[in-house]
Nanobody, 125 residues
């Protein structure tokens, strides 16, 4: 069982940066790939970024590649999502998710069995 808790969301202006954090409670955190997903009002949850269990591989949605960076520190059971050059369309609730595998899968929400409660990111234009 893995419990996840996100933090770091807030209200920012377009062009600003924000860093989201996700802390996990798992004895074998390095054996879990982690993904970030987001859900805007009235829209389906969508994939943002993911990272392999040992952190050597990352995968990004085209809409955020080059602006967002996912990273992790397994010694601290932490994963971060650095978001730069934020746009109004990045406004959403951001969720951290984990799956018990080294590989991060294909970016589908159903591949992840453990989810945090989410943190709100609002970007004003």
């Amino acid at each position: 069982q893995v419990q996840l808790a996100e933090s770091g969301g807030g209200l920012v202006q377009a062009g600003d940066s924000l860093r989201l954090s996700c802390v996990a409670s798992a004895r074998t955190f390095s054996s879990h790939a982690v993904g970030w997903f987001r859900q805007a009002p009235g829209k389906e949850r969508e994939f943002v970024a993911s990272i392999s269990g040992i952190g050597t591989s990352q995968y990004y949605a085209p809409s955020v590649e080059g602006r967002f960076t996912i990273s992790r520190d397994n010694a601290k059971n932490m994963v971060w999502l650095q978001m730069n050059d934020l746009k109004s369309e990045d406004t959403a609730v951001y969720y951290c998710a984990a799956r018990p595998a080294e590989h991060y899968g294909l970016g589908y929400a159903f591949e992840y069995g453990f989810w945090g409660q989410g943190t709100q990111v609002t970007v004003s234009s």
